[in-house]
């Protein structure tokens, strides 16, 4: 198949806070190297790379560097990634969001791209004029676009709203009008980024079919970015595991997700006080998590069904009392797919932390996953009004889950079916 898009050393530089140099000598000194020296832009020889977990010395960080590969006309590209690892980036630099730093991108075609919620959509026009609208910058005439109106429309869902400003649409509305233009104008490239969790399952079942038509029935080529490793498997034949702005894995999707997902657990050999990984500004880190009985025993594995403790050690490393600290748990499978999160504003207890060290303990009254290995991840923020955090890991540690006798008559539900276990029971009411 023939090649539908090449990236040759794609880099994009930011310096942190700022746009351009924005100083004036910076301004000169590039100025006066480029056009009097002959010489590259001096700012694009310094930079660190776009390690979100450390703190950088240098003002100017590499968000891509060195980016090379190709895509071929039909593919299904994954492109996956921790938050921060510079997806949005090379989806935006390909779509001519911004530009890059060095390098060249080669595409052959028109390219579609529903990159963030309202991209590409004027607020106060309404929703049929946004669809003429994006087609005429797609170059298609406004005869063409007139054909595919009815098709646009029936996929979002949006009839009853059409001729209604954009700026009054939902979220999960303007995504369903966005990803119905963007794959119905007969793009040669789609781009889609993980805007489309945005919307509800039923939509997103029906976005992934239609993105499926598209790349096997009409041979265009689809470039996709999800957290969601069930999706990007049903969907995509090629994948790209992007670490730190730079291309850490490239070849087929199933080897692809295997790789991230092992680079994912390859931490969790690491003590929880020497992780290098976490976020926050850390006035309270976590020191170790362990499991335990409800009577403080400490458990290697959990049965389904048994309650237990999530003990999470601190340290605070300021004399402030911190009140209203938000302590929360979210746990994810092996596929990275997200089950549950619970928080103790979600279950109405307060924490105040006054002591330097201490254990955060999180009362599991009865377990409801099946039988499989999961991945918990934390959180400690401070619930001010700005969102603080003091602490952030994910991939915390891992859970062993064995089968246990939930239902407290000896049957144990098969692990086939999905990792949630619903607790009930049956009746029947005569006539």
């Known amino acids: 198949m023939p090649t539908s898009i090449k990236f040759e050393n794609i880099s994009k530089q930011y310096r942190l806070g700022l746009v351009s140099t924005r100083t004036l000598s910076h301004d000169l000194n590039r100025w006066f190297q480029m056009n009097i020296r002959g010489k590259d832009d001096p700012y694009l020889k310094i930079g660190e790379t776009n390690d979100r977990a450390h703190r950088g010395q240098s003002d100017y960080v590499w968000a891509l560097k060195d980016i090379n590969f190709e895509v071929e006309q039909g593919d299904v590209l994954g492109i996956i990634g921790k938050n921060g690892a510079g997806k949005s980036t090379l989806l935006k630099i390909l779509s001519k969001v911004t530009s890059p730093s060095t390098g060249t991108i080669r595409a052959r075609g028109r390219i579609a791209s529903l990159l963030e919620v309202g991209t590409g959509f004027h607020p106060e026009m309404t929703g049929r004029d946004n669809i003429y609208m994006n ?38 509305m303007t995504v369903r009008l966005g990803f119905a233009i963007a794959a119905h104008l007969d793009p040669e490239i789609l781009v889609v980024d993980e805007v489309l969790a945005v919307g509800d399952a039923e939509f997103q079942k029906k976005a992934i079919g239609k993105m499926q038509d598209v790349s096997k029935g009409e041979g265009r080529t689809v470039l996709f970015v999800s957290h969601n490793m069930g999706s990007i498997k049903t969907l995509c034949n090629k994948g790209l595991v992007l670490k730190d702005g730079q291309v850490s894995y490239s070849g087929d999707i199933h080897d692809s997700i295997a790789y991230y997902l092992m680079s994912m657990k ?55 009392v911190y009140k209203n600290v938000t302590v929360s748990f979210s746990m994810a499978d092996d ?27 999180c009362i599991v009254t009865k377990f409801a996953l099946n039988a499989g290995t999961y991945l918990l991840s934390y959180t400690i923020s401070a619930d001010n009004g700005r969102g603080d955090t003091f602490d952030l890991l994910s991939n915390a540690c891992e859970i062993k889950v064995e089968s246990g006798n939930f239902y407290k008559t000896g049957e144990t539900a098969p692990d086939f079916f999905g990792p949630m276990l619903l607790d009930g029971y049956f009746r029947i009411q005569h006539d």
């Open 135 to 172: 087609g005429a910058i797609m170059g298609m005439s406004k005869a063409e676009i007139t054909r595919k109106l009815d098709e646009i429309v029936d996929f979002s869902g949006v009839e009853r709203y059409l001729d209604t400003p954009v700026k009054r649409y939902s979220s999960g």
């Open 266 to 320: 390859s931490v969790l050999a690491i003590p929880l006080d020497q992780r290098k990984d976490r976020r926050g500004n850390q006035l309270i880190k976590a020191t170790n998590i362990e499991l335990k009985t409800l009577t403080d025993i400490p458990l290697s594995s959990v049965a389904s069904g048994q309650g237990f403790k999530i003990c999470l050690s601190y340290e605070k490393l300021t004399n402030e």
């Open 335 to 361: 596929n990275d797919m997200p089950l549950f999160l619970i928080h103790n504003r979600l279950t109405g207890d307060k924490i105040d932390v006054s002591a330097n060290s201490g254990v955060f303990e």
